[in-house]
Structure formats: structure tokens, C-alpha cells
């Protein structure tokens, strides 16, 4: 099979939110994704918009950028995209969230997109198809030469774990504490193709795998390929995907600016003639692990040799690494906004927080922990929301730029 990949320019960003539409009344899900995508707001030409996209389950709309040049003007095709849509989600008394998952809704209880690619992918999975109550950020990054792709999404899964602890946002399944900090993780890596990179040094290796898998009626096209990292062919990119999704644009901005800012550090190593150093794939399905049930208190490996650190000193230098790429890709500030992250707790330790310390209610206090949290634009103290919930005020201004 010959996969052409269709190299785009260097570092070049998009990027990729996957929103829950949220009742207002009950703070459970709608599955009221089509009453919003048929909307005039929603339609351009008689089209849905370019920035908007259908997704497996009703009670989902993804938000997309266009392929720009910088995390900021990802983040300004999203939020503008999001303000479009509010008039029509006010009427329809729904909110935009989102996190990995939500806190206390029933996979059970959702209804699937009608698509045929959507049905035969839960008549194939079954129970584990029925599941995927999953929402996630994706983030794919410009490569300019097709030589440079498979040594690409080698690299950063040797830094898959770190970037899923930072995003680590679904410790709650139908409204029970899984002990994880990424029970998404583990879910979407039940479908036969999702989960960890297989690691290719050839792109030769690569078209055999697809060839392979769509022979042997596994996939019907390579876009079914659904690898924490992955190659994109026809955008002529890599793709990250490892992350849960996060509850705001400052976050959604962070981990994208910490993908494009990994990809061209890697890149430049490439350009320098470098070898960079694969993780063996025990060690990043051992680290993908270690990430969703830990967060981040993770200890990861770092190399072949089996070295570890905890997850938070790790990220503390690639920070530190990534400053220089950071300025010349103008996401400095968006890059800097992980230290908040550190701050604060990722979003799973925040919803804890919440959960253990609300008086009553804790499942629909984390919900809204996530709305105000999205409408703020930003992470919050959870102990300072639980005490403005308390006392009955509005947690946050929608229009906050903080």
C-alpha cells in the first residue's frame, strides 16, 4: 500500500477540542449535538462551519482551528468559534464543558451519531465501543519532509506519559473515583487500534502495517489508526492525542503550545544530525500507565536505560529546554501557562478537591467546578470556587480574561 504524505510547512499548528454539551438544569449530559450543528449560527453556505465537526456521540462538538502559525491564532479560531455558538446553546439552556470525561453521566445513556462509520465501529467493539463517553485535545504539528515523521512520533512518545499526567482530567466514571487520573487513558486504549505508537524506522514499514491491516479487514483506512501520537498523512503532519481534554483555553493552549514546542525541538535535533534515542515500547506502555494512574505523582522512565524522575521535575526542565523554541514560535506565554498547571494541580487533582471537600452534591460540584473553569478561560483554586459555590455567587465571569 503507498501512503503519501502530504508534507505541509514546517510547524505549522492546529488544534482540535472536543466540547460536552451540558444541561444547565441538571448539569448531566444533552444529546442535543444535531438542534446545535443545524443551527443558522453553526452554518456557513448552507454548510456547517469549517471550525465545527460532528463526533461519535450527541452530547459532542469538536471545535477546530485552521492551520496557523501560532497557538495563539489556533486559540482565537477556537474561542471566536465557541462565542458563534453561544446564542444557541443559551436558548437550548446548555453549557459548553469539557474535561476527559464527565463526572457522574452513564455511557449507557448516550446516544450515537447516525454514521455508518460510527455504528460499525460499535457493532465490531461492542461493550468497550459503548464506552467511549472520551473527550480529548488534539494537536497536530506541521513536517515539512516525510524522513522526519516516523523519527518524530518516536520521540515524543518517549514523552507521552508526562504530557498525559499534565492533562490528566477523568478521575470519575459514572460518578464513581476510578484512583486514576486518566480513567480515558484506559478506556480508549480498549479499541484495536488506539493506545501506545507502534514504532516504525522506515516509512516502507508503515505502508506494510496499513496494507497489513486493512487486508485483514482491521481497519478500512488509515485514518482508523488511532494512536496516542500518529502520522497524518494527509495533512502532512504528526498528531498528538494523548490528551484528556482539558476544562479551559488556558490549558488547551498550554499543551499545545508544549506539542508544537517538542515537535520543533526534536525537529532541530533531526536538522543537526542527531540520533534520537527510541524508548522501547514496554517502557512507554509502562509510563502510559504509570501516567493515567498517578498523574501527576508519576514516576516515568526517561530513556532505553531505564532511568526515572518524577513526572513534575521532569516537566520543570523541558520547560526550562523548550524556552528558546517557545520564543521563536511566539508561544512563550501559552508554554509558560504549564507552570499553572504545576500550581494548581492538574485538572483531575482539582475536581478531587472539589469532590472530597463540597457538602453535598460532590458530582454536580465537580460539573460545575468544569463550567466555571471553561466560562473563566482559566484552571481556579477549587477551595476558593467551593467557597464562592457556597455562598451562592457566580464562581466566575464568562467574559474573565484572566
Given at each position: ?12 499548528i ?12 441538571s ?11 443545524d443551527a ?32 495563539g ?15 444557541v ?5 446548555i ?16 446516544r ?80 484495536p ?9 522506515q516509512w ?24 496516542d ?49 527510541p ?66 494541580g ?5 475536581q ?29 483554586n ?20 484572566k
Amino acid at each position: 500500500m503507498h501512503l503519501t504524505f502530504s508534507s505541509s510547512e514546517r510547524s505549522t499548528i492546529g488544534v482540535e477540542w472536543e466540547l460536552q454539551l451540558i444541561d444547565k438544569d441538571s448539569n448531566d449530559l444533552r444529546q442535543a449535538a444535531n438542534a446545535i450543528l443545524d443551527a443558522p449560527e453553526a452554518q456557513v453556505d448552507g454548510k456547517l462551519h469549517p471550525h465545527i465537526q460532528r463526533e461519535m456521540l450527541l452530547n459532542t462538538i469538536e471545535i477546530t482551528s485552521g492551520a496557523r502559525h501560532t497557538v495563539g491564532e489556533c486559540m482565537r479560531d477556537i474561542t471566536e468559534t465557541i462565542e458563534l455558538l453561544r446564542p444557541v446553546t443559551d436558548r437550548l439552556r446548555i453549557e459548553l464543558g469539557s474535561a476527559g470525561t464527565h463526572p457522574f453521566a452513564s455511557p449507557a445513556f448516550q446516544r450515537v451519531t447516525d454514521s455508518e462509520r460510527y455504528a460499525e465501529l460499535v457493532e465490531r467493539t461492542q461493550y468497550w465501543g459503548r464506552q467511549m463517553l472520551l473527550y480529548g485535545i488534539h494537536v497536530h504539528v506541521g513536517v515539512e519532509s516525510r524522513d522526519k515523521v516516523l523519527p518524530l512520533q518516536s520521540a515524543l512518545a518517549s514523552r507521552l506519559g508526562h504530557m498525559q499526567s499534565l492533562a490528566a482530567s477523568s478521575p470519575f466514571w459514572s460518578g464513581r473515583d476510578t484512583g486514576y487520573a486518566s480513567n480515558r487513558a484506559m478506556v480508549f486504549q480498549q479499541l484495536p487500534t488506539a493506545g501506545i505508537p507502534q514504532q516504525f524506522e522506515q516509512w516502507d514499514q508503515l505502508e506494510k502495517y496499513a496494507a497489513d491491516m486493512i487486508r485483514t479487514g482491521i481497519i478500512d483506512g488509515f485514518d482508523e489508526v488511532r494512536w496516542d501520537v500518529r502520522p497524518s498523512p494527509k495533512l502532512g503532519t504528526v498528531e498528538n492525542r494523548v490528551f484528556d481534554a482539558a476544562t479551559n483555553a488556558t490549558e488547551v493552549a498550554a499543551l499545545a503550545a508544549l506539542t508544537h514546542c517538542l515537535v520543533e525541538w526534536y525537529s532541530r535535533k533531526l536538522d543537526a544530525g542527531e540520533q534520537i534515542e527510541p524508548m522501547p515500547e514496554w517502557f512507554v506502555a509502562e509510563n502510559k500507565w504509570r501516567s493515567a494512574r498517578y498523574g501527576m505523582e508519576a514516576i516515568l522512565i526517561l530513556d532505553a536505560h531505564g532511568n526515572e524522575e518524577l513526572v513534575t521535575d521532569t516537566v520543570v526542565r523541558m520547560l526550562n529546554d523548550l524556552e528558546p523554541v517557545a520564543k521563536d514560535l511566539k508561544c512563550a506565554d501559552e508554554l509558560a501557562s504549564i507552570e499553572k498547571i504545576l500550581k494548581l494541580g492538574a485538572s483531575y487533582q482539582r475536581q478531587r478537591i472539589v469532590a472530597e471537600n463540597a457538602r453535598h452534591n460532590s458530582r454536580e460540584a465537580v460539573t460545575e467546578l468544569l463550567l466555571a473553569e471553561m466560562r473563566a478561560g482559566r484552571p481556579l483554586n477549587p477551595l476558593e470556587f467551593l467557597n464562592t459555590r457556597s455562598k451562592g455567587a457566580p464562581s466566575t465571569d464568562r467574559d474573565s480574561k484572566k
